[in-house]
């Protein structure tokens, strides 16, 4: 995030990577006062680019939680999304689910390539982890990793930038599981555990070391 961008900008950010936030949350993320937050929060509300809700959790008054809007979401752009989605129709009506697939396998190979040749070299497992959200974040899916408890991590993806074609044609997800799977390695299960086209709001994979029990 670049240093001059507007308390906007990084309040969108905060919700598209953290999910449904407080005003407090908020404020603790600007360094700035609560009521400064929520007269953001307000703004924003104001121009459709957050929506809130207020959740009850025991005594007190109801938290209220602001999360972006369908508008807000316009602001991670779905790359050439029309013309993607007018190509795989293209494609299919040419070419057939078969040539569709054909694609889809070379996009594949091609793309496991370039990772496994940045992946190499790395000591661990988790310094692979590390360089794939580091490749996935330069492609525009906005990754970030972390450590769960017996040494498996998890791979998140805060926004998907092939959006509409994944939803045009599912095998495009269905790849790429496959190409973290490979380009992990044999030492490694990769597993879905949130997906953006089932109304998740993000893409999550837990990776575990081979010979571990995923729970």
């Known amino acids: 995030m670049p240093a001059n961008a507007s308390s906007e900008e990084r309040i969108l950010r905060h919700l598209k990577f953290r999910g449904a936030q407080t005003a407090e949350a908020v404020a603790r993320h600007l360094d700035i006062t609560v009521p400064g937050a929520r007269k953001h929060l307000i703004a924003m509300s104001e121009a459709d680019l957050v929506s809130h809700f207020d959740e009850t959790g025991g005594v007190g008054r109801p938290k209220r939680f602001w999360t972006l809007s369908a508008r807000a979401q ?6 050439h999304a029309a013309l993607t989605v007018e190509m795989i129709a293209s494609i299919r009506e040419l070419f057939g689910k078969e040539g569709l697939d054909r694609l889809i396998a070379a996009r594949e ?5 370039r990772y496994r040749a940045a992946l190499d070299g790395a000591d661990d497992l988790a310094g692979r982890v590390e360089r794939l959200a580091a490749l996935r974040s330069e492609e525009g899916y906005m990754a970030e990793w972390s450590r769960l408890d017996q040494g498996r991590f998890l791979l998140v993806e805060n926004h998907c930038p092939i959006c509409a074609a994944a939803r045009a044609c599912q095998n495009f ?23 953006l086209l089932d109304g998740a709001r993000r893409c999550a994979y837990r990776i575990t070391p081979a010979g571990r029990v995923s729970q």
């Open 74 to 79: 316009a602001r991670f752009p779905d790359t």
């Open 109 to 113: 190979n091609q793309t496991l390539a």
């Open 173 to 195: 997800c269905r790849s790429e599981l496959d190409t973290f799977r490979a380009a992990l390695g044999a030492d490694a299960r990769v597993e879905r555990t949130e997906h």
